[in-house]
């Protein structure tokens, strides 16, 4: 019984370290594969779109593009659309972070509240909230605050579960003791129930960043006007492909930039954390 | 008779919220045009089944967000297993993977019309592009995460390099792929309802757009509260399917 015991561990065991060793491999080689791959990609779209096998409406050629973007932005175009569109997502996320987290801890504190609003979230979760885009635009209007309102709607649900799963895997025992050493209610909800849910916190943030970003730029397609997916639209009308491509660098720069910001300030906020420990 | 009763309180909340439109509409709180009264919703959707208005534009949705969702497992489930286990593609995709998941998938929605036009297909390529890389990334993680001392037995024991993947790899992905799944299905009809708002002369989206310009508002939330319930509808469904398929796993 015992040796089959010690092959199982030791089979576990080598498959650790194989997998550390590739991993540590992969890591030396990949950074410069990366880069690699990426340029590969680039000089491929270049030099498919320059042979004649499409016509240069239906992919303009990667420098073409490029010399799009630098214009735009020297003209400043770029930067109000790219202004218009970061306002709005990230003024509807941040609404969504800080609206959810609040509702997650009163859901989790409050029975009622619960009650409430537990069918509202499982059942609003899964739904393609951006249906409800039209119904916001006839009672709020076409300006800022219906495309930051349709962000707060979808971007909310998240980081309200997040919160909900965070708050009820805490250790009781913590709550506990900080209780028996005369902790008040708001100083356990500060300084112990957050601080112990904010891993799963921030991971329902990781997951309404992309949602908010997505949403803002679909609203401003519907609606038209300033903003990085309205100027895509008006470029789509007029047949402007290199408008289009440029916006989709544009964004795809945009959302990269923000999901790696959000996930360097997960590892700063969560130093503390063993999470950290096991990446470093 | 006490789950019924457990079920139906569980949900009172809903009704309740359906009880409040109600009356805010009937006591003109709101104008009426703005928030119709539920129940004249209700037979504004009864009239659009009626006269298969729901009906066809709701069948062109749901065929474009089938086929595009349908490519998206195939195509993704298999490069995300094959990633897994081969090194070279591994390093040359896995950083394609990793620059274009967190592309917010709507900027697509411009090109895919550039390219395919106002029907079907560009639809059905927009919502295949932007669930193939959630799908890709369940299953490579999943494929990865495969015990290694299992992949060795089965080889020792003689298993041939697609043997293997079929019946040690692919079923240790299966629960990851099919969380990557959830998230694609859920991004399908979101791209497809806004893909049709924005440009379409077909369905869901489109019949939204079309009330709403025509002022017909009850048939507006009719149709919006129908793709609202077919989404959650979807998910509950996918989940009870997962269930099924993963019960070999006690």
């Known amino acids: 019984m015992a040796g089959i015991d010690d092959t199982a561990s030791l089979a576990a065991a080598q498959a650790d370290i194989s997998r550390d060793a590739a991993r540590r491999l992969d890591t030396v080689f990949r950074g410069g594969a990366g880069i690699f791959s990426i340029l590969l990609l680039l000089i491929a779209w270049e030099l498919f779109a320059r042979s004649g096998r499409v016509t240069p409406f239906m992919l303009p050629p990667f420098s073409v593009v490029v010399a799009r973007i630098y214009s735009d932005a020297a003209g400043g175009d770029l930067w109000i659309n790219l202004g218009q569109t970061m306002f709005r997502a990230m003024t509807g996320f941040a609404i969504a972070a800080i609206g959810g987290v609040t509702l997650g801890a009163l859901m989790s504190g409050n029975r009622l509240v619960r009650w409430f609003f537990d069918p509202i979230i499982s059942v609003g979760f899964p739904m393609p909230k951006i249906a409800f885009l039209p119904i916001i635009i006839l009672w709020l209007g076409l300006y800022d605050v219906s495309k930051i309102s349709i962000v707060v709607f979808d971007a909310i649900f998240p980081v309200v579960t997040a919160t909900l799963a965070g708050l009820a895997s805490i250790d009781k025992e913590l709550i506990w003791s900080a209780h028996n050493m005369g902790a008040s209610e708001r100083e356990v909800m500060w300084q112990i129930k957050l601080p112990a849910a904010l891993p799963q916190i921030l991971t329902g943030l990781q997951v309404a960043l992309p949602i908010s970003l997505i949403v803002a730029i679909i609203a401003e397609m519907a609606m038209g006007g300033y903003g990085l997916g309205g100027a895509m639209m008006s470029a789509s009308r007029f047949a402007d492909s290199p408008g289009v491509f440029a916006g989709i660098v544009e964004i795809a720069i945009v959302g990269y930039a923000l999901i790696k910001a959000l996930a360097v300030i997960r590892r700063r906020l969560l130093v503390w954390h063993q999470e950290t420990a096991e990446h470093s | ?250």
Request: proline letters at 4%.
């Open chain 2, 1 to 250: 008779m006490q789950a019924v009763a457990q079920t139906s309180f569980r949900y009172l909340p809903l009704l309740l919220l359906a009880a409040a439109w109600e009356i805010t509409a009937r006591l003109n709180l709101i104008d009426s045009s703005a928030l119709p009264p539920l129940s004249h919703v209700a037979s504004a959707w009864v009239d659009l089944v009626r006269d298969g208005e729901l009906v066809s534009n709701g069948a062109a949705s749901l065929y474009r967000g089938a086929i595009g969702l349908l490519l998206a497992v195939i195509v993704g489930g298999g490069l995300g297993i094959v990633m897994a286990r081969w090194r070279l593609l591994d390093v040359f995709i896995n950083p394609l993977v990793e620059l274009f998941y967190p592309l917010p998938k709507s900027a697509l929605i411009p090109v895919t019309v550039l390219w395919l036009g106002f029907g079907d297909g560009s639809k059905i390529l927009l919502i295949f592009l932007g669930c193939m890389i959630p799908v890709t990334i369940g299953a490579y993680n999943g494929a990865r995460g495969a015990d290694q001392a299992l992949v060795w037995s089965a080889r020792s024991m003689g298993a041939k390099n697609l043997r293997l993947m079929w019946d040690v790899v692919v079923p240790s992905a299966l629960p990851e792929l099919l969380n990557g799944v959830r998230t694609a299905l859920a991004l399908a009809f979101i791209l497809l309802v806004s893909s049709e708002l924005i440009v379409s002369q077909q369905g869901f989206g489109y019949l939204i757009g079309y009330l709403g310009s025509t002022g017909s508002y009850e048939g507006m939330y009719a149709v919006v509260l129908t793709v609202a319930f077919l989404g959650f509808a979807a998910d509950r469904l996918y989940q009870l399917l997962v269930q099924w398929l993963l019960s070999w796993r006690e």
